[in-house]
C-alpha cells in the first residue's frame, strides 16, 4: 500500500537523502497572496472584516468574538465526566513535565566588581491557537496553555474557530479544556484572521477592547502559517507548523500491527499528513501494507487516511542496517519518530534529529498527543533539524543585566577602546574614557 524507496546496500548523501525521502508539498509563500488581503482588512477595519471573513470561511458569523465567560464555565458542566477525567489526567501529566523546564536566573562574576546576571522574563501577553478544522483540539489547549503558565505569561487569550452546530463558538469541548486551565478569555475566530486579530488587537461588537498579544502559539492550516509568516516581527511565533508526521524506524523485531495502527493513527490527521516507515526488513514492510489494508477499510475516516497513505508525503524506505536507518531518519527529521527495534533504547539515545522521540513497542504517538506529558506541538518539514517543539521555555525571554563597578571598568577600558577603534567606532571607546577624565588604566 504505501510507495517504497529501496536505499539497501548504498549509503545516501544527506544532500540526497533530502530530495529522496517523501515529504509533504507545502507552498506557505504561495498562500502568502490570499491571506495577505485578510490581514491588511484586519488591520484596517478590525473585528467588522473578521466577521466578515469568518461568516465566508466557517459560514457562521458570531454575535461577538469573546465568547462570554459564562459559556465556557457552561461548556465544563456538560462536559462528559470521561472526556473531563482524561483532560484532567493529561493536565496533571503536562504540568509535571514542563515544571521541570522552567529555567533559573543565573549570575556570573566575571571579574571583581563585574557580574552578568541572565534573567528569564515571560511574555507578557500570549495568544493560543486550537485548530477546529477536520478535528475538535482540547489536547491542543492544553499543550499550549499548560507551558505558557508554567513560564508565568500574566495574560492568555484562546482563538478557536467559531462552530455552526454550536451557534458560532468553539467547540464546546475546546471551551471546556480552557475552563479546565483556568483560561477565561477565549475569541471566537479562526484563520489567518485570527492571528491577524491577535497582532493588531481590535474593537468587539459590544465595545470591549480586544488586547493585542506579543507572541502567538499553535498549529493549524496554511494560510494561519502564512498569516504567521506575514506577521512576524509584530508578533513572535512559535513556528511555521506544516501537517503532521510519523516516522517509524523498524527492524524485524517489531510488531506489524503496532507499526501499522501507528502509520493509520497520523494519517488520520489530514490527507496531507505523512507517515513513513524505515525498516531492514522487507517481511516486515510487506505484513504492514496487509495490515494497512485491513485497517484502512475497517477505521472511521478512511478516504482521509487512504489519501494520506497513498501520497508523495509518505511511504517505505528500505535500507541495509539499523545504522542506515538512522542515518535516514535523521536526514528526515520526522515531527515524531517511533523506534522499534531491538535495543530500542540504546538506538532512540544515537537519534540527532526529531521533534518527539518514542521508545519501544509502549510508546506509541498517540500516548504522546495525549497523556505522557510530553508536548504534542512540535516542528515539522524536517525544522527539527534546528528547531524544538513547544516548551516552557518558548515563553520565556532570557535578559542580559549588565552590572559593572567603576574599578571594573577602569581595567577593562583600554580594550574596549581598542575595540572600537579597531571596528573604526570611535565614539563607542570616548562612551567609556569620557568617565575617566584623569585617564584609564
Known amino acids: 500500500m504505501l510507495n517504497r524507496i529501496d536505499l539497501r546496500g548504498r549509503v545516501p548523501s544527506a544532500t540526497e537523502l533530502r530530495a529522496t525521502l517523501p515529504r509533504a508539498e507545502i507552498d506557505v509563500d504561495a498562500a502568502l ?54 483532560l484532567e489526567e493529561a493536565i496533571a501529566r503536562a504540568r509535571k513535565v514542563h515544571a521541570d523546564q522552567r529555567r533559573a536566573d543565573v549570575t556570573t562574576t566575571v571579574v571583581d566588581g563585574g557580574t552578568v546576571t541572565e534573567r528569564w522574563v515571560p511574555v507578557e501577553r500570549v495568544g493560543l491557537y486550537a485548530p477546529g478544522g477536520l ?83 499553535g498549529p493549524g492550516n496554511i494560510y494561519l502559517t502564512a498569516a504567521k509568516r506575514l506577521l512576524r516581527g509584530l508578533i513572535g511565533i512559535d513556528s511555521e507548523a506544516g501537517p503532521t508526521e510519523i516516522a517509524i524506524l523498524a527492524d524485524e523485531t517489531a510488531d506489524p500491527v503496532h507499526v501499522a495502527a501507528d502509520l493509520v493513527s497520523q494519517a488520520e490527521h489530514d490527507p496531507l499528513a505523512a507517515s513513513v516507515l524505515v525498516t531492514t526488513s522487507v517481511e516486515l514492510a510487506d505484513a504492514v501494507d496487509e495490515e494497512l489494508a485491513r485497517r484502512v477499510a475497517a477505521t472511521k475516516h478512511t478516504e482521509r487516511i487512504g489519501e494520506a497513505l497513498r501520497g508523495r508525503q509518505s511511504g517505505t524506505v528500505l535500507v541495509s542496517t539499523v545504522e542506515d536507518g538512522l542515518r535516514v531518519v535523521d536526514a528526515y527529521a520526522a515531527e515524531h519518530l517511533e523506534i522499534q527495534t531491538a535495543d530500542a533504547r540504546a538506538v532512540a539515545a544515537r537519534v540527532r534529529n526529531a521533534g518527539a522521540v518514542f521508545v519501544g513497542p509502549y510508546a506509541p504517538v498517540s500516548l504522546g498527543d495525549y497523556c505522557a506529558g510530553s508536548n504534542h506541538v512540535l516542528p515539522t518539514g524536517g525544522y527539527a533539524r534546528h528547531s524544538s517543539g513547544l516548551s516552557v521555555q518558548s515563553f520565556l525571554r532570557g535578559i542580559h543585566v549588565i552590572d559593572y563597578s567603576e574599578q571594573a571598568l577602569r581595567e577593562v577600558a583600554g580594550k574596549v577602546v581598542a575595540l572600537a577603534n579597531a571596528e573604526d567606532l570611535p565614539a563607542h571607546g570616548e562612551a567609556v574614557t569620557a568617565r575617566f577624565p584623569g585617564g584609564a588604566e
Do not use: K
Open 135 to 217: 478535528a475538535v483540539y482540547p489536547s491542543s489547549v492544553v499543550m499550549n496553555v499548560v507551558p505558557a503558565q508554567v513560564a508565568g505569561v500574566g495574560s492568555l487569550v484562546l482563538c478557536s474557530p467559531p462552530q455552526a452546530e454550536f451557534g458560532g463558538r468553539p467547540h464546546p469541548t475546546t471551551l471546556a479544556a480552557a475552563a479546565l486551565l483556568g483560561v477565561d478569555e477565549v475569541w471566537a475566530v479562526g484563520g489567518a484572521q485570527a492571528v491577524a486579530l491577535l497582532a493588531y488587537g481590535g474593537i468587539d461588537t459590544d465595545g470591549a477592547e480586544l488586547v493585542p498579544v506579543d507572541l502567538v502559539t
Open 33 to 86: 497572496h490570499q491571506v495577505r488581503p485578510v490581514v491588511e482588512a484586519v488591520r484596517e477595519r478590525g473585528v467588522e472584516a473578521v466577521l466578515e471573513y469568518t461568516e465566508r470561511f466557517d459560514r457562521v458569523r458570531p454575535s461577538s468574538v469573546r465568547v462570554p465567560r459564562a459559556e465556557i464555565e457552561a461548556a465544563l458542566t456538560t462536559l462528559d465526566p470521561a472526556v473531563r477525567a482524561a
